[in-house]
């Protein structure tokens, strides 16, 4: 028998993650959003959720450091901690800090909330597994990102001329 869940918060900086997140969640459970660290703290603290799914990568802040931040607020919520940029290193990282489960982006909110309630190991099924086209693109939209859409810049940081970018870029998106 698995956690019985009825609030979740959760923090992510892409604000079409924390929209997606309210629209699968909202209509079974409280969902509290927050896209930072500061305003995660402020919800955690006024709502105590039962679940709680971080980002390791936010904007400004480290998902780890909020991790350890909210367990020692709230040791009896649950902590997922999701990421598309998983290691070995960060995946230890994230359950010596607390994190009952650590699972690879992209999952859907419905399928944590699944694995929480039913407590199953995070195996990751084959039909989730992200192609590496997949990877390699959703790698080149964050570095782009970070780089404020600067195609010099991100070309440079991923160790690559301009062209062979821009030829990437016109590519379809994966499947």
Known sequence: ?????????????????????RRQLGMSFTVMTASDANSALVQARKHRPDLAILDLRLARDSGLDLLRELKRELPTTTFVLCSGYLTVTSAAAAAHAGAEHVLPKPIGFREIVRRVATEQEAVVDPEETPSLAQVEWDHISRVLEDCGGNISEAARRLGIYRSSLQRRLRKQTPK
């Open 1 to 21: 028998m698995g956690k019985v869940v009825q609030s979740i918060l959760v923090v992510d900086d892409e604000p079409t993650l924390l929209a997606a997140a």
